[in-house]
C-alpha cells in the first residue's frame, strides 16, 4: 500500500468516530488496510468488511489475521446494491475509492442507508486519481453530497484536502434519519 492510501484510510476512519462497541462495515474493504484501523478502534465491537474481489480479500484476511482470530473481524463476498446484511446493522459505514464503482449509485446509496442503524454515520472517501485539478474534486464532492441527500440522510457535511495526490481528496458525511 501507498503512504497516499495509508495516510487516506487513517484521514477516513478519523471521521467515523468509532467507538469500543461499535458495529462498523467497510463496502469495498480492498485489501484491509481501512479494516485494520477500525478494529484498533471498535475494541469490544465488530468490524465486517465486505469486498466483490478473492484476491484482495485474501490480502485483507492476512493483513486482519488477528482480529478475525479474536471474532471482532469478518470479511465477506458482496458488492453494491446488495449487501449480505440485514436491516440497520450498523452504526457506522465507510467506504474509500470505491463509490465511482458502485453500479445504481442512488439504489447502492440507499443500500447503505438500509444497513445503517437510525442515528448511524456514513462516511464516504475519495481521491479521484482522474481528475486534474482541485476544482474536479469539489465538483465531485457536490455529486456525492446530491447522492446522499437524495438517499434521504441527514446532517451532511464535506471535508476536503488539498494536499493529496494528484489533486485533492474529499470526504461526505452524514447520518442516517431512518427510524426503525
Not at 481521491?127 to 451532511?156: C, G, H, Y
Amino acid at each position: 500500500m501507498g503512504r497516499v492510501s495509508v495516510e487516506q484510510n487513517r484521514w477516513a476512519v478519523s471521521h467515523l468516530d468509532v467507538q469500543p462497541t461499535d458495529h462498523v462495515l467497510e463496502i469495498g474493504c480492498g485489501p484491509g488496510l481501512g479494516i485494520a484501523f477500525l478494529s484498533k478502534l471498535a475494541t469490544k465491537g465488530l468490524v465486517v468488511g465486505v469486498d466483490p474481489s478473492s484476491v484482495v480479500m485474501r490480502q485483507a484476511k492476512k493483513r486482519n489475521a488477528t482480529g478475525i482470530g479474536s471474532g471482532r473481524v469478518e470479511l465477506r463476498h458482496g458488492a453494491m446494491p446488495s449487501l449480505p446484511f440485514g436491516d440497520s446493522q450498523f452504526d457506522k459505514v465507510l467506504s474509500v475509492n470505491n463509490v465511482m464503482l458502485w453500479p445504481s449509485p442512488e439504489v447502492s446509496m440507499n443500500e447503505a442507508r438500509r444497513v445503517l442503524k437510525p442515528g448511524g454515520r456514513l462516511v464516504v472517501t475519495l481521491t479521484p486519481m482522474w481528475v486534474k485539478s482541485f476544482q474536479d474534486v469539489e465538483d465531485i464532492s457536490r455529486e456525492i453530497v446530491a447522492l446522499v441527500n437524495q438517499a434521504e440522510f441527514i446532517n451532511v457535511s464535506v471535508d476536503l484536502r488539498k494536499d493529496m495526490k494528484p489533486a485533492g481528496s474529499l470526504t461526505v458525511m452524514a447520518r442516517n434519519a431512518l427510524l426503525e
